[in-house]
């Protein structure tokens, strides 16, 4: 069974640009849930989606945002991009996000702005 | 006061030493308990999964969850290099809001 897959691994952009990065879960899976991690902050929940619906948010700004598509793949989208978006990107997925099932995360896209 | 503590370490012990990485979390409701292991340039694995209190063990791993202190445990027995990595912990009540611990850097010296 594969496992979460994330594209593209790095990416380099600078400042003001925009970036989209993209999620596959594990196949019947159906939650995504997106996290931010520095060496400083550790891993900081962005958001999370279910059947295409944001069901919960993290306290990032506005220029964070994301969608999911109807067969589960998430992407994110980051405005206006600032030094200190600089960081790991990952994703997990779980089977509906209820109850005690657990996370499993993708590789992550290492984002650097210059 | 942050939902899950962790001590970020580093640690680094002789390899076939006993490991013990602990955190602590505040919200009593919280009932699902996870550690996760992350080598560098790849994302958090899952290595184990507990409910509410008690011990499970898997190998050389064992995760011990106290809830009357909210307290959580990972031991690793006789520890191999290849155990070198950062240790999340990690935790859940019955939505699906994970709370991690910021890692607990590893290093196992053959």
């Known amino acids: 069974k594969a496992g979460v897959t994330q594209t593209p691994r790095y990416l380099i952009k600078t400042r003001g640009q925009q970036v989209t990065l993209s999620c596959s879960p594990i196949?019947?899976?159906?939650?995504v849930s997106w996290y931010q991690q520095t060496p400083g902050q550790g891993l900081q929940f962005l958001f999370e989606?279910?059947?295409?619906?944001?069901?919960n948010k993290g306290n990032f700004p506005g220029r964070f945002s994301g969608r999911q598509f109807s067969n589960s793949r998430s992407e994110m989208n980051v405005s206006t991009l600032e030094l200190g978006d600089s960081a790991l990107y990952l994703c997990?997925?779980?089977?509906?996000?209820?109850?005690?099932?657990?996370?499993?995360f993708g590789d992550g896209t290492r984002l650097s702005i210059l | 006061q942050k939902e899950v503590e962790q001590d970020p370490g580093p640690l680094s012990v002789p390899e076939g030493a006993i490991v013990s990485l602990n955190c602590t979390y505040s919200?009593?409701?919280?009932?699902?308990f996870m550690w996760y292991r992350q080598y560098s340039r790849k994302g958090p694995e899952l290595l184990m999964y507990?409910?509410?209190?008690g011990n499970k063990e898997d190998g050389r791993f064992t995760a011990q969850v106290d809830k009357s202190s909210k307290y959580i445990s990972l031991f690793i027995r006789d520890s191999q290099p290849s155990d070198s990595a950062t240790y999340l912990c990690?935790?859940?009540?019955?939505?699906?809001?994970?709370?991690f611990g910021t890692g607990t850097s590893l290093t196992v010296i053959p």
């Open positions: 507990t409910y509410s209190s």
């Open positions: 989606y279910f059947s295409e619906t944001q069901r």
């Open positions: 997990a997925s779980s089977l509906d996000g209820q109850g005690g099932q657990p996370q499993h």
């Open positions: 990690a935790t859940k009540n019955t939505g699906n809001q994970f709370y």
């Open positions: 919200n009593s409701a919280f009932q699902y």
């Open positions: 196949s019947g899976h159906r939650s």
